[in-house]
């Protein structure tokens, strides 16, 4: 447990800005999204497995309470993705270039590339979901 | 004057070093895969329009089973090997350690069997 209680204040108090706040949401996005992977798997094999029970699966999704899952789902896979092929490029093409500087302008310039595309596709899934679920815009 | 010099055996990249570079590696071939699917999927199509005969319609075609296929041995990959590396901050004896590993291996293997039979047998009518 003392392990935990180190880990964790660790991750809390130590104070590298930029690089500690990507540091921490790359974990929380990808163990996010590798949680949701797990389900995933096991739902879309419904379809050979228990082909009745697909339906269910599925309906489950298109609840409301999962449709906000999805968008922040969606948050977490672009956030991880961009951030990852930064990371990738400054480790494998660029690593001469690893500085505080360039990490605090590259983490800015990552966010900024995820909310273009998380706000557009953000914008569209909620409206898919207002349009069946709340019989919105004519649904 | 002479220089002294000195050479330094490069070190045989071990399992975490494996590790490492997989990651980045499977990173790049994931952006176009992860991205596709998701903005094809949960975006462009949506989920009030997936059902049992679009995912029948989808996998009539090899080139989508394929891209499927890709999906589920890198990402999952990826993903149980981040699971494995973020684990490896919170347990540091061996014996944890040695537990953590081979229980993922076994997450992963059994995951990745499933998801790979359902792949190859398609989707079943419903009885």
Redesign the interface.
């Known amino acids: 447990m003392s392990n935990l209680k180190t880990t964790m204040t660790g991750y809390a108090s130590y104070r590298g800005r930029e690089g500690h706040y990507s540091f921490l949401l790359h974990r929380i996005t990808g163990l996010g999204t590798a949680l949701f992977l797990i389900i995933h798997i096991l739902d879309t094999s419904f379809v050979y497995f228990f082909p009745d029970l697909y339906q269910h699966a599925i309906n489950l999704y298109r609840s409301t309470l999962f449709g906000i899952a999805e968008v922040g789902l969606v948050f977490c896979v672009f956030f991880h993705g961009v951030n990852g092929l930064r990371v990738a490029f400054f480790d494998l093409i660029a690593p001469r270039l690893w500085s505080v500087p360039k990490q605090r302008f590259s983490t800015k310039i990552t966010l900024l590339i995820t909310l273009l595309m998380w706000i557009p596709a953000s914008a569209i899934m909620l409206y898919n979901m207002l349009y069946h679920n709340f019989g919105w815009f004519g649904g | 004057m002479t220089t002294n010099t000195r050479t330094i055996q490069k070190p045989k990249p071990n399992f975490e070093t494996k590790s490492w570079m997989f990651m980045?590696?499977s990173?790049?071939l994931?952006?176009p895969l992860?991205?596709g699917h998701?903005?094809l999927q949960?975006?462009i199509v949506?989920?009030?329009r997936?059902?049992?005969d679009y995912?029948?319609i989808r996998w009539a075609s090899i080139g989508w089973r394929i891209y499927d296929a890709l999906l589920?041995a890198f990402?999952?990959a990826h993903?149980?090997n981040?699971?494995r590396q973020?684990l490896n901050?919170?347990?540091?004896s061996d014996r944890g350690r040695k537990i953590m590993h081979w229980g993922l291996f076994l997450?992963w293997l059994i995951?990745?069997a499933?998801?790979a039979?359902?792949l190859i047998?398609?989707?079943?009518?419903?009885?």
Not at chain 2, 89 to 92: G, L, V
Not at chain 2, 121 to 127: F, L, M, T, W
């Open positions: 980045r590696y990173a790049i994931l952006i992860v991205f998701l903005i949960d975006v949506g989920v009030h997936i059902d049992l995912v029948a589920l990402a999952f993903g149980v981040g699971i973020v901050d919170f347990i540091q997450l995951v990745t499933i998801g039979i359902a047998g398609g989707v079943r009518p419903i009885s």
